[in-house]
């Protein structure tokens, strides 16, 4: 359990990019898999449009899969987080993944590296296949008021 857990899951609307646009640390939902070049793959939803901003990141995330496995990364110099959600990109999200990956978040990222708030998608949702009601509901003790969750505002 989580020193900080509570069961409240910060949520607001917005475009993940524009809380970027002013500063802000995001996350980004990744899986674990290495092309045989040594890139990440990162080939649809947020994590290809991530990887399209910022050309490098498939081989710096691949290289540090590698090394540490399929783990939360901080990319210091992008204001980046990787929040594992799958293990293999083919597969459907993992919502055990997605808390181990939020606990590992907490512990050995936002606290060491004085994070206040970091502000991530719907995880497992979208290409995970997963319903947010179903991943907030499994998240809602892993999380403290330093994770906000972003949702696009709903279409009328």
């Given amino acids: 359990m989580m020193p900080h857990a509570n069961t409240t899951v910060r949520e607001c609307p917005g475009n993940l990019w524009q809380f970027y646009a002013v500063g802000e640390v995001i996350a980004i939902p ?3 898999i290495v092309k045989s070049n ?4 990162m080939g649809a939803g947020l994590a290809k449009d991530t990887a399209s ?5 498939p081989k710096w995330l691949g290289d540090r899969l590698k090394q540490f496995g399929n783990v939360p990364v901080y990319f210091r110099a992008l204001r ?3 929040l594992p959600t799958k293990h293999d990109w083919k597969d459907l999200s993992s919502l055990t993944l997605i808390c181990d990956s939020i606990n590992y978040c907490a512990r050995h990222i936002l606290r060491p590296e004085g994070i206040p708030r970091i502000y991530c998608s719907h995880l497992g949702c979208g290409h995970g296949g997963l319903h947010w009601q179903t991943v907030r509901d499994a998240i809602a003790t892993h999380v403290d008021d330093r994770f906000i969750f972003v949702a696009p505002p709903i279409q009328e």
């Avoid at 040594?38 to 793959?41: C, E, K, R």
């Fill in 38 to 41: 040594g890139d990440a793959v």
């Fill in 53 to 57: 901003r910022f050309p490098d990141l």
């Fill in 80 to 82: 980046l987080i990787t």
């Fill in 30 to 32: 990744t899986n674990g």
